[in-house]
């Protein structure tokens, strides 16, 4: 049982990452980080005022939505979610399991040392 329980967590640290990535991906116009921006930003509304909520919700789409899909800022918003975001999901490991980038030039097979 003890087993079990351990492959499931293996496979749960690999696997949902990837499958929240493929969800924002396919169903909204976010990653993780822009996600993550937008949730913060909801919380931080000001007033109870209809009009003003209205206007906040504008300006926090817009702010998230630069590091969204589409966004100016995507490829930044893409790092922060591959290589921040889903490195704390899976205690600082990349998706291959090593603690290093594997494209780290000059490097070659020190992630593979690490895991």
Same mark, same amino acid.
Do not use: F, M
């Given at each position: 049982m003890e087993w079990a329980k351990q492959k499931y967590n293996e496979q749960y640290e690999v696997w949902m990452p990837w499958i929240e990535d493929c969800f924002l991906k396919y169903f909204t116009k976010d990653?993780?980080?822009?996600?993550?921006?937008?949730? !913060?930003?909801?919380?931080?509304?000001?007033?109870?005022?209809d009009q003003v909520d209205?206007? !906040?919700?504008?300006?926090?789409?817009?702010?998230?939505?630069?590091?969204? !899909?589409?966004?100016?800022?995507?490829?930044?918003?893409?790092?922060?979610?591959?290589?921040?975001?889903?490195?704390?999901?899976? !205690?600082?490991?990349?998706?291959?399991?090593?603690y290093l980038p594997s494209s780290v030039p000059g490097i070659p097979g020190l992630s593979g040392l690490m895991k």
């Open positions: 990653n993780k980080a822009s996600y993550s921006t937008k949730e !913060q930003l909801d919380k931080a509304k000001v007033t109870g005022i209205t206007l !906040q919700d504008g300006v926090h789409n817009v702010a998230a939505g630069q590091v969204g !899909q589409g966004g100016l800022l995507q490829p930044v918003g893409d790092l922060v979610s591959n290589e921040g975001i889903n490195r704390a999901e899976r !205690q600082g490991k990349d998706d291959q399991g090593g």
